[in-house]
């Protein structure tokens, strides 16, 4: 698939909370190649943490893609304890409006980030042209993984309006279960509604032993296809490096 450029939304990437780490994702998912590298940073503290599973952000950090479409990761690949990874990404939408109240976080996301919260976990994100990709390792129980995606996300909250800088933007959600990819799977699409020129968002979150990993894409070309694809081949070296 060829990657073209992408746009904003009101002057910024739009995000869904609680899954997303980064502000932009690539479109063509072909030509990943895994590997966490040498020159990945932590913090001390995420390096020594274990999850229940045993698995250090360390560990879960050299399990995540180095490359996307032969493009190396836009910064080096971040460790530490889930909610800490996810507070930056909150901050930055901390001045948005979410109507329904009730559908602001993790109500649209299809993931209870609160089961998680404090397991290590490493992030990585990469940027090819105006698109770019995330993907996300948390460490985590059998049960724990299984309350984090057991959760479904409301009626009213399928399609929600967002207010930033005065401009409003409405936009629909929804998700189904996948195969094919780790012990569970689920595939959540987040798109702009009367907006055709927006990005449209695709998230892929599944399971695996000891680990819960998300990918997304956002961009021009998003779709169901790139982020099974995407997530096929991240769950994929993930589960090898992690066995």
Same mark, same amino acid.
């Given at each position: 698939?060829?990657?073209?450029?992408?746009?904003?939304?009101? @002057?910024?990437?739009?995000?869904?909370?609680?899954?997303?780490?980064?502000?932009?994702?690539?479109?063509?998912?072909?030509? +990943? %190649?895994g590997?966490? @590298?040498?020159?990945? /940073?932590?913090?001390?503290?995420?390096?020594? #943490?274990? @999850?229940?599973? @045993?698995?250090?952000?360390? =560990?879960?950090?050299?399990?995540?893609?180095?490359? *996307?479409?032969?493009?190396?990761?836009? =910064?080096?690949?971040?460790?530490?304890?889930?909610?800490?990874? !996810? $507070?930056?990404?909150?901050?930055?939408?901390?001045?948005?409006?979410? %109507?329904?109240?009730? +559908?602001?976080?993790?109500? /649209?996301?299809?993931?209870?980030?609160?089961?998680?919260?404090?397991?290590?976990?490493?992030?990585?994100?990469?940027?090819?042209?105006?698109n770019g990709?995330?993907? *996300?390792?948390?460490?985590?129980s059998?049960?724990?993984?299984?309350?984090?995606l057991?959760?479904?996300?409301? #009626?009213? +909250?399928? /399609?929600? =309006?967002?207010?930033?800088?005065?401009?409003?933007?409405?936009?629909?959600?929804?998700?189904?279960?996948? /195969?094919?990819?780790?012990?569970?799977?689920?595939?959540? $699409?987040?798109?702009?509604?009367?907006?055709?020129?927006?990005?449209?968002?695709? %998230?892929m979150?599944?399971?695996?032993?000891?680990?819960?990993?998300?990918? !997304?894409? *956002?961009?021009?070309?998003? %779709?169901?296809?790139?982020?099974?694809?995407?997530?096929?081949? #991240?769950?994929?070296?993930? #589960?090898? =490096?992690?066995s």
């Amino acid at each position: 698939m060829a990657l073209r450029g992408g746009g904003m939304v009101g @002057g910024r990437w739009r995000i869904a909370a609680g899954i997303v780490l980064v502000p932009a994702a690539v479109a063509g998912v072909v030509g +990943c %190649s895994g590997g966490g @590298g040498a020159s990945a /940073t932590a913090t001390a503290s995420a390096a020594a #943490a274990k @999850g229940d599973t @045993g698995l250090s952000g360390a =560990e879960l950090r050299g399990a995540l893609l180095t490359r *996307v479409n032969g493009v190396a990761a836009a =910064e080096p690949a971040t460790s530490g304890d889930y909610s800490s990874l !996810t $507070s930056s990404a909150s901050q930055s939408a901390s001045g948005a409006q979410i %109507s329904p109240k009730a +559908c602001a976080g993790a109500a /649209t996301s299809g993931f209870d980030p609160a089961a998680l919260s404090g397991s290590p976990a490493a992030a990585v994100m990469f940027k090819v042209g105006s698109n770019g990709v995330s993907e *996300v390792l948390i460490a985590s129980s059998a049960e724990s993984a299984a309350t984090a995606l057991a959760g479904s996300i409301p #009626a009213e +909250c399928t /399609t929600y =309006e967002e207010k930033v800088a005065g401009k409003t933007f409405k936009y629909g959600v929804e998700e189904r279960a996948v /195969t094919g990819v780790g012990k569970q799977a689920k595939v959540l $699409s987040v798109h702009a509604i009367g907006s055709p020129d927006s990005d449209d968002l695709w %998230s892929m979150i599944y399971t695996g032993n000891g680990f819960v990993g998300t990918v !997304t894409v *956002v961009g021009p070309n998003a %779709s169901e296809k790139a982020v099974r694809e995407l997530g096929q081949v #991240a769950y994929g070296y993930a #589960a090898k =490096e992690l066995s």
